[in-house]
């Protein structure tokens, strides 16, 4: 556990541009996409068909919530095949500010009941473009629980995904949230 305002960043990544989304229903999940806004003006170029954008309007929020959004969307899906959980997606929000503060809207909506959350952090590089995009996952650890609890442990077809260890398979993540919840 840390403390999201001691994560120390270049210069050049403490202005972030992001895109919020959650997903409720069986489970609650807030999602935070962050990156540099340089490439988040480059994403939204390439998407509006232009050269080069010098600020990102209305039109290049959009364009770039539309990418948060496809993607959000099939996490959702997997999470639904995987554990059976119906999530319903909110509409995406588009923020540009410091990243402490973007993490900490969504961390403040997924604290109760308990004063805590567990906050993943999945980095996706673009492989010629050297561009970050850091999924930022957060839930409750009471979520998180449900979800380990309900993971389908295997495979009943060929077309479903491979199971990965989780739950009782998996004692550091039980531990760690045994360590949240304050349980021995």
């Given at each position: 556990?840390?403390?999201?305002k001691?994560?120390?960043?270049?210069?050049d990544?403490?202005?972030?541009?992001?895109?919020?989304?959650?997903?409720?229903?069986?489970?609650?999940?807030?999602?935070?996409?962050?990156?540099?806004?340089?490439?988040?003006?480059?994403?939204?170029?390439?998407?509006?068909?232009?050269?080069?954008?010098?600020?990102?309007?209305?039109?290049?929020?959009?364009?770039?919530?539309?990418?948060?959004?496809?993607?959000?969307?099939?996490?959702?899906?997997?999470?639904?095949?995987?554990?059976?959980?119906?999530?319903?997606?909110?509409?995406?929000?588009?923020?540009?500010d410091?990243?402490?503060?973007?993490?900490?809207?969504?961390?403040?909506?997924?604290?109760?009941?308990v004063?805590?959350?567990?906050?993943?952090?999945?980095?996706?590089v673009?492989?010629?473009?050297?561009?970050?995009?850091?999924?930022?996952?957060?839930?409750?650890?009471?979520?998180?629980?449900?979800?380990?609890?309900?993971?389908?442990?295997?495979?009943?077809?060929?077309?479903?995904?491979?199971?990965?260890?989780?739950?009782?398979?998996?004692?550091?993540?039980?531990?760690?949230?045994?360590d949240?919840?304050?349980?021995?």
């Amino acid at each position: 556990m840390a403390s999201i305002k001691s994560i120390k960043l270049a210069p050049d990544e403490i202005k972030m541009c992001a895109v919020r989304l959650n997903g409720k229903g069986d489970t609650h999940i807030e999602i935070l996409y962050t990156i540099k806004e340089k490439h988040a003006k480059k994403i939204a170029a390439k998407l509006m068909c232009v050269s080069e954008l010098c600020q990102i309007d209305e039109m290049g929020a959009s364009a770039i919530q539309e990418v948060a959004n496809i993607m959000t969307g099939s996490f959702f899906n997997a999470l639904s095949h995987g554990t059976g959980f119906r999530v319903d997606l909110s509409t995406p929000d588009y923020k540009n500010d410091e990243l402490h503060l973007l993490v900490d809207l969504s961390v403040k909506d997924v604290i109760n009941p308990v004063d805590a959350a567990v906050v993943a952090d999945v980095e996706l590089v673009g492989e010629s473009s050297g561009a970050k995009l850091h999924m930022i996952i957060i839930q409750n650890p009471d979520d998180a629980r449900k979800l380990l609890a309900n993971h389908k442990s295997g495979a009943t077809s060929a077309q479903e995904a491979p199971a990965y260890p989780v739950g009782g398979e998996n004692s550091e993540l039980d531990a760690l949230l045994g360590d949240i919840l304050g349980e021995k």
